[in-house]
DNA sequence: ACAAGAGAGTAATACGTATTAGTACGGTCG
DNA sequence: CGACCGTACTAATACGTATTACTCTCTTGT
């Protein structure tokens, strides 16, 4: 009782193989068949319940209609807010284009596993880290790939869609110099994601241009002493510039040692974040911007789709997605 | 610059393709290999860098420790309380097998579209509703498949792992009656999915256990009059229980008709939810129980797991979890 | 000296589909 | 009547790996 392959159909149908295989290929190669055999065929596939074997025909180094999707971090981690609306965004875009999805977990992290990509089509990466050499390793072998988040290794030659925090984080320290502020403390991640670094390079060039003091600090978030913050008060800083990634480590830490100090926001300190933090319950909105994460997914999935079958569209492998300012209520105005 | 093959290295350490395929796939056939050859074949595999195809390693045999994920609707929907919890479950529980998943995007539904799940080795099934004819095909063909949720049809023929909302809902109405509540509204979706049949069926017998008056109201949640409140409330009614799915339809609907009619919870009706509402951002906590989601989408790994390697645990087909109660604030004490 | 047996490796084949080259048949033209 | 052509199809093969059956060469025992 195992599946039904092309040589059952020919059996049945009383042909071969090979003339099942250009029936139900679509006969690109140009055989000539007579319609009653075409028909003949049609109709025993249709009745055995034929389903071509997506493996094989890979085999032949056809498409598969199938996508790969790889995150360095679990996908679906317990704080829902990171990667989720991602997810949705590759999802309803990889069913618009009739795609399929293969994810591949990597929580078991054995190096090798990423080769496994290589059933699919092409392959989506998702993460703030990334192994760059494994990566080389499928470009070189022009296997199609697209990271979501911008990557500067390997002199840009990796493919990606990501947000473009340069402008977003500008924007932001933009604002809270229009709002008077001239003291600045800027928390960031301790490591060197692109990501982070992109920020840091929008901080330090509307600082600059807006002739604000900057000091920053790096953080993992649980390092944050509420006297630290008081010292930065009592030494004129009159607002915070907080990154805000996956983790929300940073903004929680900043959050917590806040409260820990008593300080109001924004009545003792105008608060921004670089990013959005989750949820949305507690408090006042933070000011900050949108990451469009939902469009990240989407045009992941198009650029992917692109890469795969060359000549449909798309033929920038890089491509940056403005972030939405969110106004929130945590900057206040000074003298 | 195409990828290395077995062959390739075969040329380069003088002995044939079989020779590496059997050094290199760990000699589970006992051919018997000189340790020079083994150690001769290793090194030009490593030098020439060699990644074993994962496409033609499953032409051969069967397995390919891909686990299939088909979802009857979206699988990330923009509200992320629903599935969210099964899917970290699943992803979780995989990466522990070292699985790959593969989603299978319903969303373009063309019914054939269920037959691709046979590219896997076996598959998980989610969704309030499922296409049993095309669940039967897959079974006779003995295809490993597991549902998400309880499923009655095919007189239990479909493996399944879902939660007992019979004994919950059932603990839920008993809770009601402990208080004093005598006459009890019902509500529930107006389709006929095993998991309301189950609530229904936990609801009325707790009732009939407890004396309790029982009416049903069948609503999508968009028909609930906020006079029909008033009409039950007027009838002696002093407790609502209502269904709670993933569409949360009923229970908003409730909530809305409810704040309309300017009825106050729990001081003019109590209200019990079977289930557990998404957000527990506003207002008091619901009395209910928790659907175990999380659980339910490793369970469900686990058993799809055993099915495609039988003799490794789980001989049971089909498992049903506990939902944990949520005391909640919403139910009152009555004389 | 010859059969039996072990040791080392390979040829052949299978998996399911796509493609290429070719065969068989009938008809037409010169 | 044979060369030639078009039609309708099939045989063979490729893809990359795993497995089975087999060959060939030594040892060893009697």
């Not at 320290?173 to 920020?199: I, M």
Request: charged fraction near 20%; glycine fraction near 12%; hydrophobic fraction near 45%.
């Amino acid at each position: 009782m195992g599946r039904v392959r092309q040589a059952d159909i020919a059996r049945v149908a009383g042909v071969s193989q090979a003339t099942v295989s250009v029936v139900l290929g679509g006969n690109r190669a140009g055989v000539r068949l007579s319609e009653r055999t075409r028909l003949r065929v049609l109709e025993a596939a249709e009745r055995l319940g034929y389903v071509p074997d997506p493996v094989s025909s890979r085999l032949m180094s056809a498409r598969n209609n199938l996508l790969g999707l790889y995150t360095f971090t679990p996908a679906f981690p317990d704080i829902a807010d990171g990667c989720y609306p991602i997810l949705a965004g590759v999802e309803a875009e990889a069913a618009a284009l009739g795609k399929d999805l293969i994810m591949f977990t990597a929580s078991s992290a054995a190096p090798d596993r990423i080769r496994r990509t290589r059933l699919a089509d092409g392959c989506l990466f998702l993460g703030r880290h990334v192994p760059v050499d494994a990566l080389a390793g499928l470009l070189d072998a022009g296997f199609p790939l697209v990271c979501i988040g911008r990557r500067t290794e390997l002199d840009g030659r990796i493919p990606h869609v990501g947000a473009d925090y340069v402008t977003a984080s500008a924007e932001v320290v933009g604002r809270l110099a229009r709002a008077g502020h001239r003291r600045v403390r800027y928390l960031r991640e301790p490591d060197d994601a692109p990501s982070s670094g992109d920020r840091e390079r929008g901080v330090r060039g509307a600082a600059a241009d807006a002739g604000l003091s900057l000091a920053v600090t790096r953080t993992d978030g649980t390092d944050l002493a509420p006297a630290t913050i008081a010292g930065w008060l009592a030494d004129g800083v009159t607002a915070l510039v907080v990154e805000e990634t996956d983790t929300s480590a940073v903004f929680e830490g900043t959050r917590r040692a806040l409260r820990a100090a008593g300080v109001s926001v924004p009545g003792d300190v105008s608060l921004a974040v670089l990013g959005r933090p989750p949820g949305g319950t507690a408090g006042p909105v933070v000011s900050g911007f949108e990451v469009p994460r939902r469009a990240l997914g989407r045009a992941a999935v198009r650029l992917l789709a692109s890469l795969v079958e060359p000549g449909t569209g798309e033929p920038v492998p890089h491509r940056l997605l403005p972030c939405p300012p969110v106004a929130g209520e945590t900057i206040a105005t000074v003298a």
